[in-house]
């Protein structure tokens, strides 16, 4: 089982660039958690997508969307990109129970 | 997902037991208590997860009160591997919920 999966590992970009970030859920699960992470602070929620649909979403703007496909991958795409967007782009998946498997992340940095 | 406060960093010596302590005032009914441990660059690790009473895994052991407003994670005889850190989440984590992260607890084992 190779867990929760992320591509690319390390990403740059410049201001104003879009960028499309890559999961692959842990077998089994169905639900797939984006979260960014800047330097020195804790994961912050962008959204979780169920069933191909974004079933929650947390405190970013529209330039952040997703998509779930039908094998409960996951692909997270940025418009329009600022500088403020680098961080450490990290997926989680579940499988309904009471845990979350994270993947080892993206790094986004924006010049 | 319940509030969650814990001591922004700790320092321990190799060998010795570090307990950290998490405090969670509005844990509601259904709520379980998740550590995660995260390394530089990495997505957070599982560590260990409990309802009420006293958890205990390979790794580490989890310490809840009766009235399930703190718990306290323990790690045995730590390493200089264990530097990392440590996040106390408290919610169902199912589809329906999404994990709020706080700053964590930064613990620096010392030789």
């Known amino acids: 089982d190779a867990g929760v999966t992320q591509s690319p590992t390390h990403l740059i970009k410049t201001r104003g660039q879009q960028v499309t970030l890559r999961c692959s859920p842990k077998?089994?699960?169905?639900?797939v958690s984006w979260y960014q992470q800047a330097l020195g602070q804790g994961p912050q929620f962008i959204f979780q997508y169920y069933e191909e649909e974004e079933r929650q979403r947390g405190n970013f703007p529209d330039r952040f969307s997703g998509h779930q496909f039908p094998n409960y991958s996951s692909e997270l795409n940025v418009n329009a990109l600022l500088l403020g967007d680098s961080a450490l782009y990290l997926c989680?998946?579940?499988?309904?129970?009471?845990?979350?498997?994270f993947g080892p992340g993206t790094r986004l940095t924006v010049l | 997902l319940a509030k969650t406060t814990q001591p922004i960093s700790m320092d321990s010596y190799e060998g010795q037991e570090v307990n950290i302590t998490c405090s969670h005032n509005n844990i509601a009914t259904n709520d379980y208590i998740t550590w995660y441990q995260q390394f530089p660059s990495q997505g957070p690790r599982f560590i260990i997860q409990?309802?009420?009473t006293k958890v205990t895994n390979e790794v580490a052991s989890l310490f809840i009160p009766a009235d399930r407003k703190s718990s306290t994670l323990s790690l045995p005889r730590v390493s200089l591997s264990d530097t990392a850190v440590y996040y106390c989440l408290v919610g169902v984590m199912n589809r329906d919920d999404k994990i709020i992260f706080g700053k964590g607890t930064r613990l620096h084992i010392l030789p």
């Open positions: 409990g309802y009420k």
């Open positions: 077998s089994g699960h169905d639900t």
């Open positions: 989680a998946s579940s499988g309904g129970n009471n845990e979350q498997f």
